[in-house]
């Protein structure tokens, strides 16, 4: 395991939908390690190297909302998209108002999170101090491959790098609360299943500690 970060991560909204519902939207009371893991690596990702969240420290008080949003229940075909930009025309399939679904959704309203990230070398090189310093300067001067979002893209979010002591937690979050089973991280395997892993979380004073992939308290 390598150098830890510390990245501030906020927006007006977020959605981290519980697998088990199946047509509302229900997000999760805070945002998961594999969304945090998301928002790390859309500013810095390398093939050589795996991001591991190891807390999570929750800002503001939990919040939620509720809104209607619309859904489709089909993707446009990859391979149409390719043809017609190969072409420069053509028919991609696009959308049509009976595949437009409206769903209602509990989001999460006006979050603010710090993440503790630490990164292993999977191949390659061993250089830790390279991509530290590296999503180091890019997190300091905004920068990022894709824009972080929190749970789905319409949420998108800004972040800060944290360099000195985390933020103190609303006070509303002071004590210990159980926030359940939470989903930790998906292994998507080469014959394209996904292998979900969950974790028992609790929050003390706003920070949640996150055991690794490994350990004993993940289940699947």
Same mark, same amino acid.
């Given at each position: 395991? +390598?150098?830890?970060?510390?990245?501030?991560?906020? #927006?007006?909204? $977020?959605?981290?939908?519980?697998?088990?519902?199946?047509?509302? @939207?229900? +997000?999760? !009371?805070? /945002?998961?390690?594999?969304?945090? @893991?998301?928002? /790390? *690596?859309?500013?810095?990702?390398? &093939?050589?190297?795996?991001?591991? /969240?190891?807390?999570?420290?929750?800002?503001?008080?939990?919040?939620?909302?509720?809104?209607? %949003?619309?859904?489709?229940?089909?993707?446009?075909?990859?391979?149409?998209?390719?043809?017609?930009?190969?072409?420069? %025309?053509?028919?991609?399939?696009?959308?049509?108002? *009976? *595949?437009?679904?409206?769903?209602? $959704?509990?989001?999460?309203? !006006?979050?603010?999170?710090?993440?503790?990230?630490?990164?292993?070398?999977?191949?390659?090189?061993?250089?830790?101090?390279?991509?530290?310093?590296?999503?180091? @300067? %890019?997190?300091?001067?905004?920068?990022?491959?894709?824009?972080?979002?929190?749970?789905?893209?319409?949420?998108? #979010?800004?972040?800060?790098?944290?360099?000195? *002591?985390? &933020?103190?937690?609303?006070?509303?979050?002071?004590? @210990?609360?159980?926030?359940?089973?939470?989903?930790? !991280?998906?292994?998507?395997?080469?014959?394209?299943? %996904?292998?979900?892993?969950?974790?028992? $979380?609790?929050?003390? !004073?706003?920070? /949640?500690?996150?055991?690794?992939?490994?350990?004993?308290?993940?289940?699947?």
């Amino acid at each position: 395991m +390598s150098f830890g970060v510390k990245l501030h991560v906020w #927006a007006d909204g $977020a959605l981290f939908t519980r697998p088990e519902m199946k047509v509302e @939207r229900l +997000s999760y !009371d805070v /945002i998961t390690p594999s969304a945090a @893991r998301g928002v /790390i *690596e859309a500013i810095y990702w390398k &093939p050589e190297i795996r991001w591991h /969240i190891q807390k999570i420290h929750v800002l503001k008080p939990i919040q939620f909302t509720t809104l209607r %949003r619309n859904e489709v229940g089909t993707k446009i075909s990859a391979r149409n998209a390719q043809q017609a930009m190969k072409a420069g %025309r053509g028919s991609i399939g696009m959308f049509v108002e *009976e *595949e437009r679904q409206q769903r209602a $959704a509990t989001v999460l309203r !006006d979050v603010a999170y710090v993440i503790e990230a630490s990164f292993e070398i999977v191949k390659g090189e061993t250089n830790d101090a390279k991509h530290l310093d590296q999503f180091n @300067r %890019r997190a300091r001067a905004g920068q990022c491959y894709t824009r972080p979002f929190l749970g789905c893209r319409e949420f998108a #979010a800004d972040f800060a790098l944290v360099e000195g *002591e985390v &933020p103190k937690p609303h006070n509303a979050l002071t004590g @210990r609360r159980d926030l359940g089973w939470m989903l930790h !991280d998906i292994d998507f395997k080469k014959d394209g299943t %996904r292998e979900p892993f969950f974790f028992h $979380a609790h929050m003390h !004073d706003g920070m /949640i500690d996150v055991p690794p992939l490994s350990s004993d308290e993940v289940r699947r």
